[in-house]
């Protein structure tokens, strides 16, 4: 019988780290290398600016679910069988993702992918806590976490260094057979996460949800992940239609952008220790939703400055919310809240951000869009004086 493993030290598993976060690096990439790719899509597909915002948005519904079934899965083949399976599946719907030649063919495979790439994190996170000692999650779970950030940061540069060589399809395909190739790696070297997962637990679900503290994370999450994912995915349409700006410039600016981002991943955690979660998250939020609305009569090197300026700003925000979510609910409700927390905030700031963004560029309103957008972001920062912690407890292994 599978029992929880014994944590040890982050020297010791430093293996499957690297592996696990090359599995998330990969199924990050999947999804968002269409971000550079969208101006191109557009034409080929003959899409709108709100349907390319939409296929975001069922990308951002899949990976929901994704995540919510991983918990299920998990329990029925481990968390090790849950990465390799996601690994495998995000290679494969890729694929077949670029010989998808309707829009609604895409909307599905493009929900597949992100269903696929969902079920990692959960049993990553899990493998992780309970493999690597207390004392070194910091250096596991730091490791794994710039995924994202790398992944913004080489996607647009890889669309720009690829399209010279090969066409956009033979680019994914390759991502595919890349994510599926780190599945079988996985499977015949990865030894972590061979124990089983917790089912979720409904009744505990409902306790979560009847928190009003869990709910005003979720819109300050959602605000954050809009700020962050949600402008990234629509921002070469803004400045290719509303700046003027070439594709190719536009696409080596947003993974450029990115960079500032990738190291200061860690900085939001120091301030939140010294300042206080409160400000510091506030302050992100605020400041963060400035430079979007910075951006709207910007031109020239300030509009470029902003452009960095902006996401680096976000990046503050994220390590202090995660603490924030841990102590907005009971102990024993922790990991209940987490499984559902970001995932339902995706769904705003990864979806519906930009879907919204793209329909207001739809009516030549671009400008208006990020408008909004800005303004929101600041604006959810009044939510944090009304949220209240409850007392949290630090624990290793399942």
């Known amino acids: 019988m599978t029992v929880c493993p014994e944590p040890v030290s982050f020297r010791h598993k430093i293996g499957d780290v690297l592996l696990l976060s090359l599995l998330f690096l990969l199924g990050f990439l999947a999804r968002f290398v269409f971000v550079p790719l969208m101006p191109l899509l557009e034409g080929e597909l003959r899409m709108g600016h709100a349907q390319a915002g939409s296929l975001f948005l069922w990308m951002a519904v899949g990976f929901v679910s994704g995540q919510i079934i991983s918990g299920f899965l998990s329990s029925r083949i481990h968390h ?47 493998t992780l806590a309970a493999s690597v000692s207390r004392r070194d999650w910091g250096k596991a779970m730091g490791l794994h976490q710039t995924a994202p950030s790398l992944g913004m940061v080489l996607g647009p540069l890889l669309v720009e260094g690829a399209l010279a060589w090969m066409s956009w399809r ?73 700046k003027g700006w070439a594709p190719g410039p536009a696409n080596i600016l947003l993974g450029l952008s990115r960079l500032p981002g990738l190291l200061l991943t860690f900085l939001g955690g120091w301030l939140a220790d010294r300042l206080g979660i409160r400000i510091t998250m506030g302050s992100a939020l605020i400041l963060s939703g400035l430079a979007l609305v910075g951006m709207i009569p910007a031109q020239g090197r300030l509009l470029v400055v902003l452009v960095f300026l902006q996401p680096a700003l976000i990046t503050l925000f994220f390590a202090p919310a995660f603490a924030a979510l841990s102590q907005a609910v009971p102990p024993v409700r922790r990991s209940i809240a987490t499984s559902f927390g970001p995932p339902l905030a995706f769904v705003i700031g990864g979806g519906l951000f930009p879907f919204l963004i793209g329909r207001f560029g739809d009516l030549g309103a671009f400008s208006t869009g990020l408008l909004g957008a800005g303004a929101y972001v600041a604006a959810v920062s009044a939510l944090l004086p009304l949220l209240k912690f409850h007392p949290s407890a630090d624990a290793e292994g399942c």
């Open 170 to 242: 033979v680019l994914v395909v390759t991502l595919g057979a890349l994510s599926a190739g780190a599945g079988i790696l996985y499977a015949w070297k990865g030894g972590s996460g061979a124990f089983p997962g917790r089912r979720p637990d409904i009744a505990s679900l409902g306790d979560v949800l009847r928190l009003p503290g869990f709910w005003i994370i979720v819109v300050l999450f959602g605000a954050g992940i809009g700020a962050a994912v949600g402008v990234y995915s629509m921002l070469p349409l803004f400045l290719v239609h509303e």
């Open 80 to 126: 090790r069988g849950t990465l390799i399976l996601s690994g495998l599946s995000v290679g494969g719907v890729l694929i077949f993702t670029p010989w998808a030649h309707s829009l609604a063919l895409l909307k599905l495979l493009l929900t597949a992918l992100g269903l696929a790439a969902g079920m990692h994190l959960p049993s990553a996170v899990a």
